[in-house]
């Protein structure tokens, strides 16, 4: 994988570096309420001034769809951001123009600025060649830490970046080597876990995996689906069932492909989705009351898929194996995840996940720090997990 990165970028000393971060914090009455991601922006930051560079950052709040809305302003991130780096942060009350320019012009080495949210713009979002000139103009090089905004052609994640000398900050070249190391150039061989809700919304990364991975377990809501195209009742479980056909064709693909499917071989079922509700475990092809749901995979479901990340040395996981967020029905999820952690500790598995409910789900499970990496980016990871070309991350090639 070839992409400049700060290594790349000689003499920083007075320059001004424009970096896009993702600011797109939690915040509850102007107060932000998990910092995580402004944590994730610091190495970055840190390297830049350390080498004398002027930091104005760039980064997008909420949707304010091309207008001036105060309450999506960025400034309540400044404090908290200037207290994370130890040192004082500016704000400017736009991202573009001469007030911008003149505030960035203000900085001394190593000052940090954090620009107005780039979405107050109607240019931003249209990826606007003008609006990415003027964008161009406060600073002398761009820099990309922001991989969860990789996904979208934006002026500030692909437009600019073709306007000025662009690098990939340490967040976004973590990120990018983790990924390159979990699908794009893996140790072999490679197993996969989806799950989650549906296929429908699954269908291209399902499509991708099979035709990459050696084996791949499907899980969660989506094997219903699998199964009920195999002929095997599902009772009242949530399931696609007018996606059969599809099931059917994925798993002809695998077939064609050399991809093992491991679906579930027993399962758990409840008529109720409430905490500590009865279960029975049941195997997969045995018959359930219509008024049953299948919530979760069975232990012997787990067992198998344990063997597998244990025959494997990567592992590419999104998405949970039952309704993990109500126990019981979080057993499977918790014991994989549990499994995969420990293969990932003593460095017999490169263990590699992410997307949305992903990261909740090994939170939950207590091992999302023993993963070797795990990626917060919700659809920028799900798109490259599609096995589409990032916008943002292609603009940073050599
Ligand atoms: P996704 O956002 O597609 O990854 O889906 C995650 C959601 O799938 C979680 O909220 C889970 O509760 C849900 N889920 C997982 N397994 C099942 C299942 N067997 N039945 C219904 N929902 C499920």
Redesign the pocket.
Known sequence: MTFRTLDDASDLAGQIALVRVDFNVPMEGGKVTDDTRLRAALPTIQRLRDAGAKVALLAHFDRPRGKVVPEMSLRPVVQPLSDLLGAPVRFAEDCVGEAAKAAVAELDAGGVILLENVRFHAGEEKNDPAFAQQLAEVGDLYVNDAFSAAHRAHASTEGLARLLPAYAGESMRRELEALDAALGNPVKPVIGIV????VS??LDLLKNLVGKLDRLAI??????TFLFAQGIDIGG??AERDMADTAREILAEAEARGCEILLPIDVVVATE?KPGAETRTVLAREEIGDEE????AGPLTVEKLVKGMALSRTLIW?????????PP?DAATVKAAQAAAQLATTGALIAVAG????VAALNHAGVADDMTFVSTAGGAFLEWMEGKPLPGVEALRT
Not at 293 to 296: G, Q, S, T
Not at 320 to 325: A, C, N, S, T, Y
């Open positions: 799950g989650g809700a549906k919304t699954k899980g969660g809501g989506m094997a219903n479980s949530l989705v749901k299948i919530l979760d999104n998405g949970p194996l039952g309704v993990f967020e109500v029905f997307g949305g409910d992903t």
